[in-house]
């Protein structure tokens, strides 16, 4: 390879988003990261399903979540799977910050 192919497909690969240890490293922390915030939610939930108070703000942030990452996937792959469980995802976000957002204002359902 001459000078000028290397010095381009650097900087392709610069453009692209990094080198591939760079992009490995992404893809395992996004894993982790997904993980831990996984277990800390449901771990909340639980504790304060246990002390018999409402988790709807805690789901409703996780399926928030989970909606976002869905439609975005979406958006990228064009699967219809993807855009049915993101509306569903969403549609749970709603229902559940907005029993939240209701039980705040003292208004019972």
Do not use: H, P
Not at 2 to 29: F, H, M, V
């Amino acid at each position: 390879m001459e000078k000028e192919e290397i010095l381009k497909k650097n900087k392709d690969s610069s453009i692209a988003g990094g080198d591939e240890r760079e992009l490995l490293i992404s893809g395992k922390a996004n894993i982790i990261s997904k993980s831990v915030f996984t277990v800390a939610i449901i771990s909340l939930i639980l504790f304060k399903t246990s002390k018999g108070l409402d988790a709807d703000d805690l789901w409703g942030i996780f399926f928030v979540y989970c909606s976002s990452e869905a439609l975005y996937k979406y958006y990228c792959l064009k699967q219809k799977s993807l855009l049915f469980f993101g509306i569903l995802f969403a549609l749970v976000a709603a229902y559940a910050l907005g029993t939240f957002l209701l039980r705040s204002l003292g208004i019972e359902l």
